[in-house]
Protein backbone atom coordinates (compact mmCIF):
# COMPACT_ATOMS: atom_id res chain seq x y z
CA UNK A 1 0.00 0.00 0.00
CA UNK A 2 1.02 3.47 -1.07
CA UNK A 3 -0.01 4.65 2.38
CA UNK A 4 2.64 2.69 4.52
CA UNK A 5 5.54 4.26 2.40
CA UNK A 6 3.94 8.11 2.81
CA UNK A 7 3.00 7.47 6.64
CA UNK A 8 6.13 6.23 7.53
CA UNK A 9 8.21 8.99 6.17
CA UNK A 10 5.99 11.55 8.17
CA UNK A 11 6.28 9.30 11.48
CA UNK A 12 10.22 8.99 10.44
CA UNK A 13 10.48 12.92 10.31
CA UNK A 14 8.68 13.77 13.61
CA UNK A 15 10.61 10.62 15.42
CA UNK A 16 13.88 12.13 14.14
CA UNK A 17 12.62 16.20 15.73
CA UNK A 18 11.84 14.26 18.65
CA UNK A 19 14.89 12.36 18.66
CA UNK A 20 16.92 15.61 18.50
CA UNK A 21 15.21 17.38 21.30
CA UNK A 22 15.65 14.51 23.85
CA UNK A 23 19.18 14.24 22.67
CA UNK A 24 19.54 17.87 23.61
CA UNK A 25 18.03 17.64 26.70
CA UNK A 26 19.87 14.78 28.09
CA UNK A 27 23.38 16.65 27.20
CA UNK A 28 21.63 19.57 29.62
CA UNK A 29 20.98 17.11 31.92
CA UNK A 30 24.61 15.54 31.47
CA UNK A 31 26.44 18.76 31.72
CA UNK A 32 24.34 19.72 34.77
CA UNK A 33 24.86 16.60 36.88
CA UNK A 34 29.10 16.70 36.18
CA UNK A 35 29.05 20.70 37.12
CA UNK A 36 26.86 19.59 40.60
CA UNK A 37 29.47 16.49 41.14
CA UNK A 38 32.73 18.56 41.12
CA UNK A 39 31.55 22.38 41.47
CA UNK A 40 31.74 22.00 45.32
CA UNK A 41 35.27 20.65 44.85
CA UNK A 42 36.50 22.88 42.66
CA UNK A 43 35.01 26.09 44.59
CA UNK A 44 36.74 24.69 48.10
CA UNK A 45 40.39 24.28 46.27
CA UNK A 46 39.95 27.76 44.63
CA UNK A 47 38.63 29.43 47.95
CA UNK A 48 41.10 27.83 49.76
CA UNK A 49 44.30 28.47 47.50
CA UNK A 50 43.43 32.19 46.95
CA UNK A 51 43.28 32.56 51.18
CA UNK A 52 46.53 30.61 51.58
CA UNK A 53 48.52 32.02 48.25
CA UNK A 54 47.19 35.57 47.78
CA UNK A 55 45.81 36.89 51.03
CA UNK A 56 48.31 34.63 53.36
CA UNK A 57 46.05 33.72 56.05
CA UNK A 58 46.54 30.09 57.50
CA UNK A 59 43.71 27.42 57.40
CA UNK A 60 42.50 26.24 60.12
CA UNK A 61 39.67 23.44 61.19
CA UNK A 62 36.94 26.02 62.01
CA UNK A 63 37.54 28.12 58.66
CA UNK A 64 37.87 24.70 56.67
CA UNK A 65 34.61 23.19 57.77
CA UNK A 66 32.68 26.39 58.08
CA UNK A 67 33.55 26.92 54.30
CA UNK A 68 32.40 23.68 53.43
CA UNK A 69 29.23 23.88 54.86
CA UNK A 70 28.48 26.97 53.24
CA UNK A 71 29.28 25.33 49.93
CA UNK A 72 27.71 22.53 50.25
CA UNK A 73 24.29 25.08 50.94
CA UNK A 74 25.04 27.15 47.62
CA UNK A 75 25.88 23.70 46.04
CA UNK A 76 22.46 21.75 46.58
CA UNK A 77 20.67 25.17 45.38
CA UNK A 78 22.60 25.94 42.71
CA UNK A 79 23.21 22.38 41.38
CA UNK A 80 19.72 20.76 42.36
CA UNK A 81 16.96 23.47 43.21
CA UNK A 82 17.45 25.96 40.75
CA UNK A 83 17.25 23.48 37.44
CA UNK A 84 14.46 21.86 38.80
CA UNK A 85 12.63 25.25 39.21
CA UNK A 86 13.29 25.54 35.51
CA UNK A 87 12.71 22.57 34.33
CA UNK A 88 9.18 22.86 37.03
CA UNK A 89 8.23 26.54 35.80
CA UNK A 90 8.78 25.43 31.78
CA UNK A 91 6.19 22.86 32.15
CA UNK A 92 3.93 25.30 33.85
CA UNK A 93 4.09 27.67 31.77
CA UNK A 94 3.45 25.00 28.69
CA UNK A 95 0.40 23.74 30.99
CA UNK A 96 -1.02 27.18 31.22
CA UNK A 97 -0.61 28.18 27.24
CA UNK A 98 -2.20 24.83 26.65
CA UNK A 99 -5.13 25.39 29.14
CA UNK A 100 -5.53 28.76 27.90
CA UNK A 101 -5.89 28.24 24.20
CA UNK A 102 -8.74 25.99 25.09
CA UNK A 103 -10.44 28.60 27.21
CA UNK A 104 -10.15 30.99 24.44
CA UNK A 105 -11.68 28.85 22.18
CA UNK A 106 -15.13 30.38 20.66
CA UNK A 107 -18.19 29.08 22.50
CA UNK A 108 -20.23 26.53 20.60
CA UNK A 109 -24.20 28.34 20.91
CA UNK A 110 -27.55 27.29 19.53
CA UNK A 111 -29.38 29.75 17.83
CA UNK A 112 -29.52 28.20 14.96
CA UNK A 113 -30.85 25.33 16.31
CA UNK A 114 -34.65 24.32 17.91
CA UNK A 115 -35.26 21.40 20.26
CA UNK A 116 -38.85 20.31 21.39
CA UNK A 117 -41.91 20.45 19.71
CA UNK A 118 -42.66 22.87 17.17
CA UNK A 119 -45.99 23.48 15.29
CA UNK A 120 -44.34 23.67 11.72
CA UNK A 121 -47.27 21.33 9.74
CA UNK A 122 -45.65 18.84 7.33
CA UNK A 123 -42.01 18.48 9.50
CA UNK A 124 -43.91 17.00 12.64
CA UNK A 125 -42.71 13.53 11.70
CA UNK A 126 -39.45 14.65 11.02
CA UNK A 127 -36.95 13.88 13.69
CA UNK A 128 -34.58 16.06 12.18
CA UNK A 129 -34.57 18.99 9.93
CA UNK A 130 -31.85 21.16 8.17
CA UNK A 131 -33.03 24.38 6.15
CA UNK A 132 -30.40 26.08 4.42
CA UNK A 133 -27.29 24.90 6.24
CA UNK A 134 -24.09 26.07 6.06
CA UNK A 135 -21.24 25.54 8.37
CA UNK A 136 -17.45 25.97 7.81
CA UNK A 137 -14.60 24.27 8.74
CA UNK A 138 -13.03 27.57 10.17
CA UNK A 139 -15.63 29.43 12.95
CA UNK A 140 -13.56 32.39 12.87
CA UNK A 141 -14.19 32.71 9.12
CA UNK A 142 -17.20 35.16 9.32
CA UNK A 143 -15.32 37.40 11.54
CA UNK A 144 -12.42 38.03 10.06
CA UNK A 145 -12.51 42.16 8.95
CA UNK A 146 -8.67 42.95 8.49
CA UNK A 147 -8.43 41.64 4.75
CA UNK A 148 -10.26 42.71 2.03
CA UNK A 149 -13.73 41.25 0.81
CA UNK A 150 -12.27 39.31 -2.09
CA UNK A 151 -9.56 37.41 0.04
CA UNK A 152 -12.96 37.28 2.57
CA UNK A 153 -15.17 35.56 -0.10
CA UNK A 154 -11.83 33.06 -1.52
CA UNK A 155 -11.00 32.22 2.55
CA UNK A 156 -14.57 31.23 2.93
CA UNK A 157 -15.00 28.96 0.11
CA UNK A 158 -12.18 26.76 0.53
CA UNK A 159 -13.37 26.28 4.63
CA UNK A 160 -17.04 25.93 3.67
CA UNK A 161 -18.39 22.08 4.77
CA UNK A 162 -21.48 22.26 3.99
CA UNK A 163 -23.15 25.01 1.86
CA UNK A 164 -27.10 25.56 1.84
CA UNK A 165 -28.24 22.19 2.41
CA UNK A 166 -31.85 21.80 2.92
CA UNK A 167 -32.50 18.19 4.08
CA UNK A 168 -34.87 16.06 6.70
CA UNK A 169 -34.41 12.61 8.41
CA UNK A 170 -38.02 11.24 9.12
CA UNK A 171 -39.29 8.70 12.11
CA UNK A 172 -38.85 5.44 11.96
CA UNK A 173 -36.87 5.35 8.78
CA UNK A 174 -33.00 4.17 7.98
CA UNK A 175 -30.51 6.47 5.79
CA UNK A 176 -27.37 5.68 4.57
CA UNK A 177 -25.26 8.62 3.41
CA UNK A 178 -22.46 7.93 0.43
CA UNK A 179 -20.35 9.83 -1.65
CA UNK A 180 -16.82 10.14 -2.55
CA UNK A 181 -14.13 11.66 -0.85
CA UNK A 182 -14.38 14.91 0.21
CA UNK A 183 -17.86 15.63 -0.90
CA UNK A 184 -19.21 16.37 2.51
CA UNK A 185 -20.47 13.05 4.34
CA UNK A 186 -18.32 13.75 7.52
CA UNK A 187 -19.32 17.36 7.61
CA UNK A 188 -22.84 16.23 7.64
CA UNK A 189 -22.72 14.07 10.14
CA UNK A 190 -20.57 16.29 12.29
CA UNK A 191 -23.69 19.06 11.95
CA UNK A 192 -26.40 16.59 12.68
CA UNK A 193 -24.17 15.59 15.82
CA UNK A 194 -23.85 19.40 17.14
CA UNK A 195 -20.16 18.74 16.21
CA UNK A 196 -20.03 21.41 13.73
CA UNK A 197 -21.34 24.69 14.27
CA UNK A 198 -23.98 25.98 12.20
CA UNK A 199 -23.16 29.35 10.36
CA UNK A 200 -26.68 29.73 8.57
CA UNK A 201 -29.68 28.35 8.15
CA UNK A 202 -31.83 26.32 10.73
CA UNK A 203 -32.20 23.05 12.52
CA UNK A 204 -34.51 21.33 13.94
CA UNK A 205 -34.17 18.47 16.52
CA UNK A 206 -37.21 16.89 18.01
CA UNK A 207 -35.74 13.89 20.08
CA UNK A 208 -34.13 12.94 23.87
CA UNK A 209 -30.73 11.86 22.96
CA UNK A 210 -28.62 10.89 20.36
CA UNK A 211 -25.86 8.58 19.92
CA UNK A 212 -23.01 8.60 17.58
CA UNK A 213 -20.32 6.15 16.79
CA UNK A 214 -17.54 8.37 14.98
CA UNK A 215 -15.41 6.18 13.00
CA UNK A 216 -11.48 7.94 13.48
CA UNK A 217 -8.97 6.78 11.26
CA UNK A 218 -5.55 5.06 13.04
CA UNK A 219 -3.01 2.47 11.93
CA UNK A 220 -1.13 0.70 14.93
CA UNK A 221 2.49 -1.17 15.02
CA UNK A 222 2.06 -3.51 12.20
CA UNK A 223 1.27 -5.11 8.98
CA UNK A 224 -1.66 -4.08 6.41
CA UNK A 225 -2.99 -8.01 7.80
CA UNK A 226 -2.28 -7.51 11.22
CA UNK A 227 -4.23 -3.93 11.12
CA UNK A 228 -7.52 -5.44 9.39
CA UNK A 229 -7.36 -8.54 11.55
CA UNK A 230 -6.57 -6.77 14.54
CA UNK A 231 -3.23 -8.20 15.30
Known sequence: NGWEYEFEKRIAMHRSREISKLKRTSRYKALNEAVSYFSSVVAAVI???????????TLTPRSVYTCLSLLNILHLSLSKQIPSAVMNLSECYISSKRIQNFLELPDVTDDNIYRGDDDRGEREQNMISLSHVSCFWDDNGENDTNKNEKDSVSKRQSNAALVDLSLSFEMGKLYCISGKVGCGKTALLLTLSGELKVSNGTVIRKYSSLGYAAQNAWIMNGSIKENITMG
Do not use: D, E, R, S
Open 47 to 57: IFAFHVGILGG
